[in-house]
């Protein structure tokens, strides 16, 4: 998914959560946290949380020079909410672990998201935080080499990492398509690197892999704002023609393997000229955009509560914030009708909303509303794997690989194989709910029954 945040798309929920659910008392948050930024930006927060009294906090980022930048400090339920105004406006928003000792969320700032853990940090001043035993650490016995390629139609430059068997070849090949909001090339999420842990594990089986930088990311150029899953298609083209063109390459068994919005760019590739030879949906939307994000409202809103009429002001608040964004195309007058439609429930609710209102009619957001990957789907007729966690709450599995079969039939499309795989969560770890605030804590970067999935599909779809 690439709007929002990879996290949420029905961000709202997070805030009627807050409204419908009574505040409990929880030990204090008075001390210093400490996370890293893209991987590369280290952040300190020092933030006071007494039992009476205002909450302070103040920001510290080294790199930049920056030091007591002046936050806003509130914590609604089990979230956390740091917002800075000056010298510009940008905010954390996260939640306790189950431990106390992370805060899991995202800072935001402008359109852009990115993940974010803030680890409390002990006497010694190390900053604590889990292994990540799976993410590949060199020598590797196979040939990675740093490559760009170009969308030329856009008249970008991408970036990414290029590995190749050591075998000889010719090899089959396929291309890493990210999920939400920027993305480097390994989906690097809360320490976290997927796309790592799976280009290793595909080309150690015999399998070239194409990862790359999402636009503006990292190496890459150009910028993701006003982009939609269109022009990740467009990428995902080039991309392909980039890995066909390259020698030892079996030109007619390449690949795309999209991971949640990213599987639904391989799919509008799927149908275009030159387009994969084969596809790999990993937690892909089957279902409408519209109806995806009621339900994954309803999923999130599930971990909390079993309560009936809860769950149905979900629903409703849910599906009247996406009719009022598809019915006004117009961005003012759809952020007036939201404001005025939470004012009326909830003036403070409508005030934590403002800062989403930009990103709730932008054009990747419209565009996820609008996609109905059932027609898309009902034109692709190279074989298919698509797969899903039983414990996704945002793209919950049942649903959309159901829709996803039944579009594919309704191609003709023979050669389809989908699987619901029991105790995964949306990034395939294995997980105990499936709450989003567990991915940070959780080892596994990505379960290895997912992984020979995969690997196995694969391989059998690429024999000589």
Not at 20 to 40: D, V
Not at 306 to 330: C, G, H, S, W
Not at 340 to 356: F, G, H, K, S
């Amino acid at each position: 998914m690439r709007t929002l945040t990879r996290f949420l798309f029905g961000t709202c929920f997070a805030l009627i959560a807050a409204r419908t659910h009574a505040q409990t008392a929880r030990p204090s948050l008075t001390g210093n946290w400490a996370g890293t930024l893209m991987g590369t930006l280290d952040f300190t927060a020092h933030l006071t949380d007494p039992a009476s009294g205002p909450r302070t906090a103040t920001l510290d980022i080294p790199a930049q020079k920056a030091q007591g930048l002046v936050m806003q400090f509130t914590t609604p339920a089990d979230s956390v909410y740091l917002r800075m105004r000056q010298p510009v406006a940008a905010q954390f928003a996260g939640r306790r672990s189950v431990d106390g000792q992370q805060l899991v969320g995202e800072w935001q700032q402008g359109l852009r998201s990115f993940p974010l853990t803030l680890s409390r940090q002990g006497s010694t001043g190390k900053v604590s935080g889990p292994n990540r035993p799976q993410t590949p650490q060199p020598p590797f016995p196979y040939q990675s080499a740093d490559i760009t390629f170009k969308n030329e139609k856009a008249g970008v430059t991408l970036a990414g990492t290029y590995t190749v068997p050591a075998d000889m070849g010719p090899f089959p090949a396929v291309v890493l398509l990210t999920g939400s909001g920027p993305e480097d090339r390994n989906e690097t999420i809360l320490g976290h690197q997927p796309f790592a842990v799976l280009a290793d594990y595909l080309t150690r089986r015999g399998i070239a892999v194409l990862r790359f930088d999402d636009r503006g990311v990292g190496q890459s150029g150009g910028t993701l704002a006003g982009t939609t899953s269109a022009d990740y298609t467009a990428d995902a083209q080039a991309a392909l023609a980039w890995l066909r063109a390259q020698p030892g390459i079996r030109k007619n068994q390449v690949g795309l393997v999209g991971h949640s919005q990213g599987g639904t760019a391989a799919m509008g590739a799927a149908i275009l000229p030159a387009g994969p030879d084969f596809l790999v949906l990993l937690a892909t939307p089957g279902i409408p955009g519209d109806e995806l994000i009621v339900q994954q409202s309803l999923a999130i809103a599930r971990l909390q509560t079993t309560d009936a009429a809860q769950l149905a002001t979900t629903e409703k608040m849910q599906r009247a914030m996406t009719q009022i964004v598809q019915k006004n195309p117009d961005n003012a007058r759809a952020k007036a009708q939201l404001r005025a439609y939470y004012t009326a429930i909830d003036p403070q609710l409508a005030a934590r909303l403002e800062p989403q209102l930009a990103m709730l009619t932008s054009p990747d957001y419209r565009s996820i509303l609008a996609d109905r990957p059932a027609q898309t789907l009902a034109k692709v007729h190279c074989p298919v794997l698509a797969i899903g966690g039983s414990k996704d709450v945002q793209v919950p599995a049942t649903a959309s690989l159901a829709a996803t079969a039944a579009a594919l039939k309704t191609a003709g499309n023979r050669d389809v194989t989908v699987k619901e795989l029991p105790g995964l969560n949306h990034l395939f770890q294995t997980a105990d709910t499936g709450s989003t605030a567990e991915y940070g804590t959780v080892e596994e970067t990505f379960a290895p029954a997912a992984l020979q999935v995969v690997g196995d599909w694969i391989t059998q779809h690429t024999r000589k």
